[in-house]
């Protein structure tokens, strides 16, 4: 079993629609979560990070984790077509003296005009 | 925010060649990470890489094949030594923020094929 799942798309919205990107894990030693976008032929950005469960708001974009479950969600409000990119969850826990990051496999979003 | 450089952009190798990637970054950094992204895979991280100090290299990686260097806090660079196709991928250099938030901060990327 991997320890981040993330299912892979492609998902497809017209514009304005509401979108929801989810991932789940194993590992309980996660302690921070994060959201990446990546536009084609580029490197991640990070978008959203969060330590504690529950819900962090950004602008359209709003972060929730439920670690009891062990699960992570981004939504994305009013979604536009710049919105269109693959989204990687991550997550971190200390390991070997840093902060080890673990990437689900990314979500491809293609948002139509 | 780090801004990180990569170069080559992208190449296209023979088997059984070397390529170094190379990584700048704009400011000065404790660590650097080097990853593999592999179509349909996700982010996989080959070794951790401090200034002064050997390569830390995770599970599957190992250092004949991925000589790491970092001779000072801004430049790191990868080698990906004696290629195969299956070492076809795309080569991404990161950084930890410096906020404590553990964020990454990541290049371009180096997209590589190999024949």
């Known amino acids: 079993q991997k320890e981040v799942e993330q299912d892979p798309g492609p998902l497809s919205v017209p514009e304005g629609a509401i979108v929801s990107l989810n991932c789940t894990y194993s590992?309980?030693?996660?302690?921070?979560f994060m959201w990446y976008r990546q536009y084609s032929r580029k490197g991640p950005e990070l978008l959203m990070y969060?330590?504690?469960?529950g819900n962090k708001e950004d602008g359209r974009f709003t972060a929730q984790v439920d670690k009891s479950s062990k699960y992570i969600s981004l939504f994305i409000r009013d979604s536009q077509p710049s919105d269109s990119a693959t989204y990687l969850c991550?997550?971190?826990?200390?390991?070997?003296?840093?902060?080890?990051?673990?990437f689900g496999t990314g979500t491809k979003l293609q948002v139509i005009p | 925010s780090a801004v990180i450089s990569q170069k080559p952009s992208r190449d296209i190798c023979q088997r059984g060649t070397s390529l170094t990637i190379q990584c700048q970054v704009d400011?000065?950094?404790?660590?650097m990470f080097w990853y593999r992204q592999q179509p349909g895979q996700s982010l996989t991280l080959i070794a951790t890489?401090?200034?002064?100090?050997?390569?830390?290299?995770e599970s599957g990686f190992v250092i004949d094949k991925f000589p790491i260097s970092r001779p000072n806090l801004t430049f790191s660079t990868l080698t990906v030594s004696n290629m195969s196709p299956e070492d076809s991928s795309i080569y991404l250099c990161s950084v930890e923020g410096d906020r404590g938030l553990n964020e990454q901060f990541f290049g371009p990327g180096t997209r590589l094929t190999v024949l």
């Open positions: 590992n309980s030693a996660f302690q921070y």
């Open positions: 400011s000065q950094v404790t660590m």
């Open positions: 969060t330590y504690s469960s």
């Open positions: 890489a401090n200034q002064g100090s050997e390569a830390t290299y």
């Open positions: 991550a997550m971190s826990s200390f390991s070997g003296g840093y902060q080890k990051v673990t």
